[in-house]
């Protein structure tokens, strides 16, 4: 029967003899998937796995430096690329979901084959890709609705990266790519980390992209999940974020009137994603958050917590 021990065995042996002397590259999002997918080719190539993790400029505050440290004392080769100003200059002007996402996704690909060509002989792309990824995107370019969001990071390739792809986790589903990573003895910050979709906060601040709008709702988003986790409240959400709304509404600060904006927090229980309830956060809980955020970050007046479950409302706004 499957066991976790047993998959690294067995998938660490097949990595052997497929990949033999040859250069793996693959892309670290500081997520689950590409973790433990990494520390498997690892283990089965060493060093000529080369990981490359991207900032993005639409990572959770301190996420790169903090991610950066983690995988380094995991032993990875691993190269931190520091590209925000690339995505922001990409995304200035951009208010339209699907145009955000497809200059979020040509941006990190135009990053990720420049850096690729820096190591030089690769044959291999390693990939993160799990069983669901699969599914959803078999579906999404096969089946009848053309509005499902242009999501996943499955078939994004441009053809001038002549790589052959190597996805050891494809057959697996999300909690077992969980055990897997426990029997690798990966951090449990990162084994337990929420999912956090690849175009980041550029699809949680809604509308244009500025790099102030990212430092706000890195900070609001900073209180919300480290509140979450003081709380011990955090192991039981599938997910959680701040949302930027395009919204500003009057607000009273001693004497003044203010005229700022809007956040809006959201919490979800699911399984797998494609459903999902919001989390019934306790109102002593939210009602602290609410201050944190309004007291100690500049330029918000107005806290708002999103009830809405999936269907119909989806899990990101954009
Ligand atoms: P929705 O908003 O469709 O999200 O209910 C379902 C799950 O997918 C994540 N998501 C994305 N992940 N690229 C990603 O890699 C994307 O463009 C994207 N959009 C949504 C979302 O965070 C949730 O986990």
């Not at 993160?128 to 990071?153: M, W």
């Not at 550029?202 to 988003?221: N, Y």
Request: proline share 4%; hydrophobic share 40%; net charge negative.
């Amino acid at each position: 029967s499957w066991t976790p021990h047993s998959f690294v065995e067995s998938t660490v042996a097949e990595l052997k003899e497929k990949l033999g002397n040859d250069k793996v590259i693959l892309a670290l999002s500081g997520g689950v998937d590409s973790s433990v997918a990494a520390v498997l080719l690892h283990k089965a190539i060493g060093e000529n796995l080369y990981c490359i993790f991207v900032d993005n400029g639409l990572l959770r505050k301190n996420e790169f430096q903090d991610v950066l440290d983690s995988y380094k004392h995991m032993g990875l080769n691993v190269k931190g690329v520091n590209a925000s100003e690339k995505f922001y200059t990409a995304l200035k002007g951009l208010s339209d979901p699907e145009l955000k996402r497809k200059a979020i996704g040509k941006t990190f690909i135009d990053v990720f084959d420049e850096e690729a060509k820096l190591v030089e002989g690769a044959k291999w792309l390693g990939q993160g890709t799990i069983y669901p990824d699969v599914i959803e995107s078999v579906s999404v370019n096969g089946g009848p609705s053309q509005t499902i969001k242009s999501h996943h990071n499955v078939g994004g390739l441009p053809d001038y990266m002549k790589l052959q792809v190597v996805e050891p986790l494809r057959l697996l589903f999300k909690d077992e790519v969980r055990r897997v990573g426990k029997s690798l003895d990966i951090d449990d910050a990162i084994l337990q980390r929420h999912p956090f979709p690849g175009p980041g906060l550029g699809i949680r601040i809604l509308g244009e992209v500025t790099a102030e709008k990212v430092r706000i709702i890195q900070e609001v988003d900073h209180i919300f999940i480290s509140s979450l986790k003081e709380d011990r409240l955090y192991g039981d959400v599938w997910q959680a974020g701040a949302i930027f709304l395009p919204v500003q509404s009057v607000g009273v600060m001693g004497d003044e009137r203010t005229y700022e904006n809007a956040v809006a927090l959201r919490a979800v229980s699911s399984t797998d994603g494609m459903t999902a309830d919001w989390v019934h956060l306790p109102y002593d809980f939210l009602a602290k958050v609410s201050n944190k955020i309004i007291n100690q970050v500049k330029g918000i007046n107005r806290v708002t917590y999103d009830i809405s479950s999936k269907p119909p409302a989806t899990i990101e706004w954009e």
